[in-house]
């Protein structure tokens, strides 16, 4: 780091492309969320029923909870290994701001999960009867949604991180915080496949992701300063 | 000044221990009278509503439980940002011991919801938008109270709790709208609807007094609580083996 500025984007890049590069580097950890989101999917249709009209009418929810269940899983992976080797220790004592380097992470986070899942959503779409022609909306909602999903989440993984088992725990601090990104997701896919106007919800996932990004940082590094001293 | 070094005194555990023990019996008789007037009131002396005949009165538990749910919940995050923001241990005290009060709240509003809702409904449960944002106030509480026993340490544990239950504060009016614009969204029952343009004084009488009467149970309760958490916080201080000695 000697001869860098010392600024808030450098901290940002440099946290951004090293969580990447590790991320690369466990390509299994990589492939893990989506085939998780794959077989939960494909778990739908074989214990309800392979009629299309069914599948078309739960598909929404089906995604959308899937995609969420698929993040939540993932979201140790924010700090995990960070906290085990001691690095995580040393980011909190950086010079730069501990929410920058926070943000670093949970962007590295999404694209290496939130992203990937939204690219392959459409292939598990057409696998529910989706119609072709509104995937544009299911992955302009899972653009939205799933930053914020890896936003609040990093909340949670850093009030657990310090603890043994945090598994089950993070799911119950997490997912009632993220019930109104999956009523505004899940609602926008639904109304789309019945030609309604969109808008609001997108105008809406939007608006929390941007609440989100502003507030997040702060209460992640927050409560990365509690659970680590 | 003189508040401030008051307020000082008050928050050190010893002298907490000392004034809300000595409170203590105020608050609990002040329930007791309260919720006698407004049982009374509320079952004795208000008319029977002219369309749900008797059955309303749940009403009398069950307002005040709903609105105690609310209440409870900004004291606590209210205490646990004090907490965090100047130190004080005694707020964080404060916050977690609301918790477990806070989501019994909750949990009595959802249960007499329900059974004043089979005979008016027709069901135990409907997705209505204020049943569910209060079902998801519960979950919240929850997750507060769950983190809060995860940590070993009390310190952490308090801060980590408190950190969640601000996050969930942020939270509960985009649960609540996001709720609501679902249900909207989806048609629900309509028969929820609440639609009473003004209530009758001798029905508001006692629902207001039996609302105090809520309010004044929480702070007694919160003050037992408080106190044997800060008994057993301090429990390698001095005064607290004098205490024990003497009791």
Request: with cysteine; aromatic share 12%; hydrophobic share 55%.
């Amino acid at each position: 780091m000697e001869g860098v500025p010392n600024n808030a984007v450098t901290a940002f890049t440099t946290i951004f492309r090293r969580d990447i590069k590790l991320a690369l580097r466990h390509r299994s950890e990589l492939i893990n969320p989506l085939a998780f989101f794959v077989i939960v999917v494909s778990l739908f249709p074989l214990g309800l029923s392979t009629d299309s009209r069914t599948l078309l009418q739960i598909a929404p929810a089906v995604l959308w909870i899937s995609a969420l269940l698929a993040t939540m899983l993932s979201l140790e992976s924010i700090f995990r290994s960070d906290y085990e080797d001691g690095s995580l220790e040393q980011l909190v004592l950086s010079e730069h701001p501990l929410s920058v380097i926070v943000l670093g992470k949970v962007a590295a986070h999404w694209c290496t999960t939130g992203l990937l899942l939204t690219l392959i959503s459409p292939a598990l779409a057409i696998s529910l009867a989706f119609p072709p022609q509104k995937l544009g909306i299911l992955v302009w909602t899972l653009l939205l949604g799933t930053p914020t999903l890896s936003l609040i989440g990093s909340i949670g993984v850093a009030l657990t991180v310090g603890l043994r088992r945090g598994g089950i725990l993070l799911a119950l601090l997490i997912l009632p915080l993220y019930i109104p990104i999956l009523i505004f997701g899940a609602s926008a896919v639904d109304m789309s496949i019945d030609d309604l106007d969109v808008a609001g919800q997108l105008y809406l996932l939007a608006a929390l992701l941007v609440l989100s990004l502003t507030l997040t940082p702060f209460a992640t590094s927050a409560a990365l300063r509690v659970t680590l001293e | 000044m003189r508040f401030f070094r008051y307020f000082h005194r008050f928050s050190s555990p010893r002298e907490f221990f000392r004034i809300a023990g000595s409170m203590i019996p105020w608050l609990a008789a002040a329930t007791i009278v309260l919720l006698m007037i407004g049982l009374y009131l509320g079952l004795f002396v208000a008319p029977p509503d002219y369309q749900q005949g008797e059955s309303y009165r749940i009403m009398f538990i069950h307002v005040p439980s709903a609105w105690m749910s609310l209440f409870v919940y900004m004291v606590m995050a209210g205490a646990a940002a004090i907490g965090l923001i100047w130190r004080i241990k005694l707020a964080h005290v404060m916050a977690m011991s609301s918790a477990p009060i806070g989501a019994s709240f909750t949990f009595l509003a959802l249960v007499t919801g329900s059974l004043w809702g089979k005979p008016m409904w027709g069901a135990w449960w409907v997705w209505d938008a204020r049943l569910t944002s209060e079902l998801i106030l519960l979950f919240l509480y929850l997750g507060v109270m769950a983190l809060y026993a995860a940590f070993e340490e009390r310190r952490t544990a308090q801060r980590a709790a408190g950190i969640l239950a601000i996050v969930g504060v942020v939270n509960v009016p985009i649960i609540h709208y996001s709720v609501m614009w679902w249900n909207t969204l989806h048609q629900g029952p309509t028969v929820s609807k609440f639609d009473a343009p003004s209530i009758h004084p001798s029905m508001l009488a006692p629902l207001l007094i039996m609302s105090v009467a809520f309010t004044v149970f929480y702070a007694t309760v919160l003050l037992m609580r408080a106190r044997w958490d800060v008994l057993d916080q301090e429990q390698r201080s001095n005064w607290v083996d004098e205490y024990l000695e003497q009791s």
